[in-house]
């Protein structure tokens, strides 16, 4: 019941059983059995995603669809499918934490589980809030996967790390509705098939609206490129916490590249690892990556028992903090590579470039930093005001 605490014991057990599931017995029985505990999942999820050291192999690269696909279909019949949503999956943050930072190792990994950003954020939205029509329509076909999904907030004319300023409105006109405005940056608009828009309604009022895709009058100017390289490969957005524990695993993988090759290649007379100041990166890393992992499963207990408002400072100081990491972390790995680190023979180019988004995607370092001095300073206050 508790995966912080029992995870270690139960990970050894849940090796032995995946090996027997996949030998005897049906993928039915041992979700019923074991799909509860996340380092079994964790086991599970590893298997599946595959994730791939060497950019050579095609797996690695996102545009094999059909390895995709074809894992897709493997994690849905074994029941390891929507993991993020809680009430579908019957997983806390906590326990999704686990399986987030093991999917977070290979790029294209959330979307083999259906555990994608933006569409996790967006199925959240229309769990919690969208009516039964909005549900039938839109969550249960986000929920099999067999649509898409973007978000859409940021507007090209404005800074919207500050969404007073956002200029997109919206008229009621009879029964519909008349949206004005200019987006940009929206992750998954390629594949999308409905937009939720993010508007300004009237007198500092904001909100969302549903926009089918295909509704007249949407149009798609161009689309944005990311370093150079196609935008569409970087599904970010809403669910920061989701991010954070991804990052997690996307910098153990960066940490294990730059170890094997700081092992295997020499420089005046030793190997790389040899040379103090790389040893002390490796180090520097492992202590990078232990804090930001234990930072964010405090995150997502204070989700799981306080809820999202009491735990709004923990949710800015991981993003913070996770983004920052893994980019130092994967810039050490590059660093370690020499020239082949920035270059598409490896996948660390690919991995920094990914990183590097998650500093601005859903608000910039300085705006949650903002954020945490202020509820620091609030926390203070009432410390001082108990003691008066
Ligand atoms: C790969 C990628 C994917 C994205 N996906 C989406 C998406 O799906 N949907 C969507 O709506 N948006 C998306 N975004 C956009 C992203 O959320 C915005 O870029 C971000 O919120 C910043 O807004 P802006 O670009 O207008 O920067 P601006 O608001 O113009 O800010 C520019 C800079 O000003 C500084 N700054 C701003 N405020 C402060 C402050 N209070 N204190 C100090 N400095 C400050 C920061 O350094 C900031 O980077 C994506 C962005 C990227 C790069």
Known sequence: ????QFGQCVEPLAIIALQIAQRLISALWCKKSFIFTASFTCVFVRTLSNPTKNSEDPLFRQTVKGQTVLQQVKAWAAGLWNLFLPAVSGLSQLDYAYIAEETGRCLFAPEVFNCQAPDTGNMEVLH????????RLWLQPLLKGEIRSCFCMTEPDVASS??????????RDGD???????????????????MIQYYFLLHS???????????????????LTVFGQDGTLFGLAVFVLHHCMRAVGLAEMAL????????????????????????????????????????TLHAAHALDTKGSRAARKQIAMIKVAAAQMVCKVVDCAMQVYGGAGLSGDFPLAQMYAYARTLRLADGPDEVHLSSIAQLELRDQLKKAQAKL
């Not at 500050?162 to 409105?169: K, P, S």
């Not at 519909?176 to 409905?194: P, Q």
């Not at 030793?270 to 002390?280: I, P, R, S």
């Open 128 to 135: 919690m809030f969208g009516s039964e029509e909005q549900k």
């Open 256 to 295: 294990e590249l730059l170890c094997e090759r700081a092992a295997s290649r020499r420089t005046f007379g030793k190997a790389l690892y040899q040379h103090e100041v790389v040893a002390h990166w490796i180090a520097k890393c492992r202590l990078m990556i232990e804090q930001t992992r234990l930072l």
């Open 1 to 4: 019941s508790n995966a912080a």
């Open 162 to 171: 500050d969404a007073t300023n956002i200029e997109c409105t919206l008229d």
């Open 205 to 223: 009022h904001h909100s969302t609206i549903l926009v089918p895709m295909d509704t007249l009058g949407v149009i798609r100017v161009r689309p």
């Open 176 to 194: 519909s509705y008349i949206i004005n405005g200019k987006k940009w940056w929206i992750s998954g608009i390629d594949c999308g098939d409905i």
